[in-house]
T-cell receptor, first 113, second 115 residues
Framework: KQEVTQIPAALSVPEGENLVLNCSFT??????LQWFRQDPGKGLTSLLL?????REQTSGRLNASLDKSSGRSTLYIAASQPGDSATYLC????????????FGSGTRLLVRP | DAGVTQSPTHLIKTRGQQVTLRCSPK?????VSWYQQALGQGPQFIFQ???????QRGNFPDRFSGHQFPNYSSELNVNALLLGDSALYLC??????????????FGPGTRLTVT
């Protein structure tokens, strides 16, 4: 059974710091991995989608990497800003003809001015 | 280009009642998935609809049912509400023909409170 874990559960950093969020999954048989941002009480905003054949994806100050064989992904945020404060969720799509996404519990990020 | 929309935004119901939540997919999308997100947790998959049929179902009881209409919009129905059904309900849409990439787009959610 696929399980997704995100560490740390919460993180507080000063503005301007570079930071890394971690995501691990137990079964390497995945189609892709997606990183989302969620503001309190709101829906999910897709940040980056990495296909299983890819190693990384970049969008602006965000860079996500994927090591499928070891079951790990990282989301790197450069030069963090207070507006980056949110919960970050990772989700995998299993290869077992599954149409669902399996999510981690998220990392709650606070960037202090 | 309209994104995924959901209604209502918030809902308060009493135990034992029934509720219907609605979702309109992103323009051009034909597949709708529903997720339940309890406070402090990641979303849990409820089910997915394509061509008006349920394609896959997560580990949720039969009290949870759904429907997809010819215009691809969808409803989630929950019967005999329990306190534990209180959660944010998220709808996500995608395009079947792009299943190889399979990026899902999420709506803003409906916050359901059961008292």
């Amino acid at each position: 059974k696929q399980e997704v874990t995100q560490i740390p559960a919460a993180l507080s950093v000063p503005e301007g710091e570079n930071l890394v969020l971690n995501c691990s999954f137990t079964d390497s048989a995945i189609y892709n991995l997606q990183w989302f941002r969620q503001d309190p009480g709101k829906g999910l905003t897709s940040l980056l989608l990495i296909q299983s054949s890819q190693r990384e994806q970049t969008s602006g100050r965000l860079n996500a990497s994927l090591d499928k064989s070891s079951g790990r992904s990282t989301l790197y945020i450069a030069a963090s800003q207070p507006g980056d404060s949110a919960t970050y969720l990772c989700a995998v799509r299993p290869e077992d003809s599954s149409y669902k996404l399996i999510f981690g519990s998220g990392t709650r990020l606070l960037v202090r001015p | 280009d309209a994104g995924v929309t959901q209604s209502p935004t918030h809902l308060i119901k009493t135990r034992g009642q029934q509720v219907t939540l609605r979702c309109s997919p992103k323009s051009g999308h034909d597949t709708v998935s529903w997720y339940q997100q309890a406070l402090g947790q990641g979303p849990q998959f409820i089910f997915q609809y394509y061509e008006e049929e349920e394609r896959q179902r997560g580990n949720f009881p039969d009290r949870f049912s759904g429907h997809q209409f010819p215009n691809y919009s969808s409803e989630l129905n929950v019967n005999a509400l329990l306190l534990g059904d209180s959660a944010l309900y998220l709808c996500a849409s995608s395009l079947l023909s792009r299943e190889s990439s399979y990026e899902q787009y999420f709506g803003p959610g409906t916050r359901l409170t059961v008292t």
